[in-house]
């Protein structure tokens, strides 16, 4: 048996080796031709890489991937930068034209609500634009009447208060509570009123410049309210055919999203300014109250003061509470002066407790970090008016770019505040014939009257429309065969019969579900090509 496998194996050896031998004789025979297990013959060579392939980089140096992520962040980031800074040079030399054009946008915001309530109820929106308008400006004429005539009356019992505080000042100064001589004191008094008149003595030339300067000031100031209230009038009663003709502007893939972000920032900007007054008039109401319970003179003007600067937020309420508490002081004494302090304090932390992360915080969610760093760059790049529109202009932007990348905050919300405006008046002047594009003006009609639909079902049909019109150019997925484009059916909007002759439009659900079957289909088709 031992014997069996001892030849057995010996016969495997053999054959093993032979079939060896058989495969080196056939490679000797081939040209160039080697076994398993030869040498290379022949000097080896190493060719020198070309200008031509170096260009195209074919042999270029290895970067990590980590590096290259950063110069591409990089040189972006420094492009940003530099169109950003542009941007604020230009904007800086229409200053003029760009600020009241801003505030005008802000006094649209402020009285639309009331302007889209009376065209509701059935006003005619030049009549309806014209109430509130004029209503607003004699509220305006009203208190700004009110507080100079506080002014006229009260400046007189403000000056005998503050000469009397001057009077107690200096008494209790003459007590010597600082162990200083009364005539150190006199001596330092009269040192500072000499140095007060030697300055305006020899700057005489620069504060009559100055005087100059503040009438051209006066003029332009003039003029930029005149400017724009008369742009807040127009955006109150045209404002909605202006922002159908600005979607226009834009390619027909871009309308809908150029739609739906730009209503959301206008529903943000709705939403700051009635937050921002509420803010402003519980600021206002507060320490008025405190003002008057005091006796404190101009207590009027003063509360006006409060309510104009709380629309900077953050800053302008400390800054006039400050001033109330420094009249207090000159005109009352130290006692009021403190008592005026404590109710500037309570006031600022009911603002800052309840009303800022509740109703700030939802109408604008920004971050009070965020508002505080917004307010500090604005003010110091553009002053008070830096400071006044860098917390809308960031409550925008934030909800601009934040339903661009998908995150709607006005959700299951009607997002059209200004969608007020009736179908036959978008569609006013325009007959239906065909323009140089093609396309007709009945599909212009439906594209602008979509617009005063609810912000849920424009933006559900014009991603139907999106998905539809991909279905029709580059066919069923899976399939790769077009189908004809219908040429009557309008790219921007909702289905509409009328604009698409009467023909109804592939539903995006169908065109996903026949998609699905057909690469559905053209997978098992694979399947049984591989079998």
């Given at each position: ?31 160039g031709g080697s076994y398993l297990g030869a040498p290379p013959t022949g000097p080896m060579t190493f060719t020198e890489p070309t200008e031509d392939e170096l260009g195209r980089g074919a ?473």
């Amino acid at each position: 048996m031992a014997n069996e496998r001892r030849a057995d194996f010996t016969q495997r050896i053999r054959g093993a080796w032979e079939g060896f031998r058989n495969l080196r004789d056939d490679a000797a025979q081939q040209p160039g031709g080697s076994y398993l297990g030869a040498p290379p013959t022949g000097p080896m060579t190493f060719t020198e890489p070309t200008e031509d392939e170096l260009g195209r980089g074919a042999y270029e140096p290895y970067v990590s991937p980590p590096f290259r992520l950063a110069a591409a962040w990089s040189w972006r980031t420094i492009v940003i930068l530099v169109a950003v800074g542009v941007l604020l040079w230009l904007l800086s030399q229409v200053s003029q034209v760009l600020l009241p054009a801003l505030i005008a946008l802000l006094l649209a915001a402020l009285l639309s609500p009331i302007h889209s309530f009376l065209v509701r109820k059935g006003w005619p929106r030049a009549l309806s634009a014209a109430t509130v308008f004029i209503g607003f400006l004699l509220l305006v004429v009203g208190t700004i009447a009110l507080v100079g005539q506080q002014i006229v009356v009260g400046f007189g019992a403000l000056w005998t208060q503050v000469l009397a505080g001057v009077s107690t000042i200096t008494t209790w100064l003459n007590s010597n509570p600082f162990g200083l001589d009364s005539s150190i004191i006199a001596q330092y008094l009269d040192q500072g009123l000499d140095q007060g008149l030697t300055y305006l003595e020899e700057n005489a030339s620069n504060l009559l410049g100055g005087a100059a300067g503040a009438v051209s000031s006066v003029g332009s100031f003039a003029t930029g309210t005149l400017l724009a209230l008369v742009a807040a009038f127009f955006f109150l009663y045209d404002g909605r055919n202006m922002f159908n003709w600005a979607v226009r502007l834009m390619p027909s893939p871009a309308r809908a999203r150029t739609e739906g972000a730009a209503l959301r920032g206008w529903q943000t900007l709705v939403q700051y300014v009635r937050v921002q007054i509420i803010v402003a008039a519980v600021d206002a109401i507060g320490i008025g109250i405190g003002a008057l319970a005091i006796g404190i003179p101009l207590a009027i003007p003063l509360t006006l003061l409060v309510f104009l600067g709380s629309f900077i937020p953050i800053v302008g309420a400390v800054v006039t509470g400050a001033i109330a508490v420094i009249v207090a002081l000159v005109s009352q004494g130290f006692i009021p002066a403190l008592i005026m302090l404590g109710v500037v304090l309570l006031v600022q932390q009911i603002e800052g407790n309840v009303l800022q992360p509740f109703i700030m915080g939802k109408a604008v969610s920004v971050h009070p970090l965020a508002v505080i760093l917004t307010v500090a760059a604005g003010g110091f790049l553009f002053g008070i008016v830096g400071a006044l529109f860098a917390v809308p202009l960031i409550a925008v932007v934030n909800t601009v770019v934040r339903y661009l990348a998908g995150d709607d905050v006005f959700a299951g919300e009607d997002a059209g505040v200004a969608a007020d405006v009736p179908d036959e008046q978008v569609a006013e002047g325009e007959a239906d014939e065909r323009t140089a594009d093609g396309s007709s003006s009945r599909e212009k009609v439906g594209a602008a009257a979509a617009t005063s639909r609810p912000a849920a079902q424009r933006d559900a049909a014009h991603r139907s429309d999106a998905r539809d019109a991909d279905v029709r150019d580059g066919g069923v997925r899976g399939t790769g065969v077009a189908e004809p484009r219908d040429p009557g059916r309008s790219t921007f909007g909702p289905e509409d019969d009328g604009a698409s002759g009467g023909q109804p439009a592939a539903t995006s659900s169908d065109a996903t579900a026949a998609g699905d079957t057909d690469a559905a289909g053209e997978g098992a088709s694979a399947d049984d090509d591989g079998r």
